[in-house]
C-alpha cells in the first residue's frame, strides 16, 4: 500500500508564511514516491490549495461540521472545505475532541458529512497516558473505533485512520515500535471485524511526534500506512525528509 504522509498544520502559519511553505514543498517533491497531504488552517486552505494546484500534494482541512450548511455561527461544512480546494479533512482529532467536546458520535457524522461532499476523512484515535499506564490502551482505542465510524467506512465511505497517542502529540516522546505494532494489529483486527469486506485496505497513520530523525523506523512498523505529522510539518525540508521516508507502494 501506497504511505501516506500528512501534515497537520494546526493553528499556525499567516497566509504569506503559508505560502512560501507551499512554494518550499512544491519545489521539493520531485524524488517522493509516497502520497502527500498539507492540512492548513481553514482560512489559507484556498490559497495553499491554489499554490500547489497541478502538484502531487493533496490539500484537506483540519475539521468539519456535521452539517452542510446552516446556521452554526464560526463552523466550516464539508461542502466548503471542498469548494475550497480540499480533498481531504482530518476528523476526531484528539484536540478537537478536548478543547471542542467533540464525542464520538459527533465525529461518525463528520464522518459521514465528509464523504457526502466528496471528502475523504482521516479519524483520529488514540489513548491517554493514563489509559497507556494503566494497560487500558486498546480498550480506549476499540470504544472510539466502534463509536467514530460509520456504516460502509472503507467502501462507500473511503477513509484513513491515524493512531496518535495523545501522550505522544507534541512532547517528542513516542511509542516504541513493538507497542507501535501492536497498536495498529488491534486497531487492523478491529477494521476487519466491523467491516469485513473493506477492512483490509484501510490505511493506518501513526501520529505523534513523528520528525526526519525517526520516519523511516516508525515507516518501517508493520501495519503503518503513513504518518500524521504535526510540528514537523510546519517546516518544509523536516516534512521532505519524513515523505522521503514513505513508501510509493
Ligand atoms: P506532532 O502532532 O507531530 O506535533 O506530535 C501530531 C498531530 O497532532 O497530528
Not at 508564511?17 to 512544491?26: I, S, V
Not at 472545505?81 to 459527533?106: K, P
Not at 464522518?111 to 486498546?138: F, H, K, N, Y
Request: glycine share 14%; charged share 20%; hydrophobic share 45%.
Amino acid at each position: 500500500m501506497r504511505q501516506l504522509i500528512a501534515g497537520n498544520w494546526k493553528m499556525n502559519l499567516l497566509r504569506a508564511e503559508a505560502l512560501g511553505l507551499a512554494a518550499a514543498l512544491r519545489h521539493g517533491i520531485a524524488d517522493i514516491a509516497a502520497e502527500m497531504l498539507v492540512c492548513p488552517p481553514a482560512i489559507t486552505l484556498a490559497a495553499v490549495a491554489q499554490a500547489l494546484e497541478g502538484t502531487d500534494i493533496a490539500v484537506g482541512g483540519q475539521d468539519c461540521h456535521q452539517e452542510a450548511k446552516g446556521a452554526h455561527t464560526g463552523d466550516i461544512s464539508a461542502p466548503m472545505l471542498r469548494d475550497a480546494g480540499a480533498g481531504w479533512v482530518i476528523l476526531g482529532h484528539s484536540e478537537r475532541r478536548q478543547d471542542h467536546g467533540e464525542t464520538d458520535e459527533m465525529v461518525r457524522e463528520k464522518v459521514l458529512a465528509a464523504a457526502i461532499a466528496g471528502l475523504t476523512p482521516i479519524v483520529c484515535v488514540g489513548e491517554t497516558e493514563d489509559q497507556r499506564r494503566s494497560g487500558a490502551e486498546t480498550e480506549a482505542v476499540g470504544w472510539q473505533l466502534s463509536g467514530s465510524l460509520p456504516r460502509g467506512f472503507g467502501t462507500e465511505v473511503p477513509g484513513v485512520l491515524a493512531y496518535e497517542p495523545l501522550w505522544a502529540i507534541g512532547s517528542g516522546k513516542t511509542p516504541t515500535e513493538a507497542e507501535i505494532a501492536a497498536m495498529h494489529a488491534f486497531i487492523r483486527e478491529e477494521l476487519l471485524r466491523q467491516f469485513p469486506d473493506a477492512g483490509a485496505a484501510v490505511r493506518i497513520l501513526y501520529g505523534g511526534s513523528v520528525k526526519a530523525a525517526n520516519a523511516a523506523a516508525l515507516l518501517g512498523v508493520p501495519e503503518v500506512g503513513g504518518a500524521l505529522v504535526g510540528g514537523a510539518s510546519l517546516v518544509a525540508e523536516e516534512f521532505l525528509a519524513i515523505a522521503r521516508a514513505g513508501r510509493g507502494g
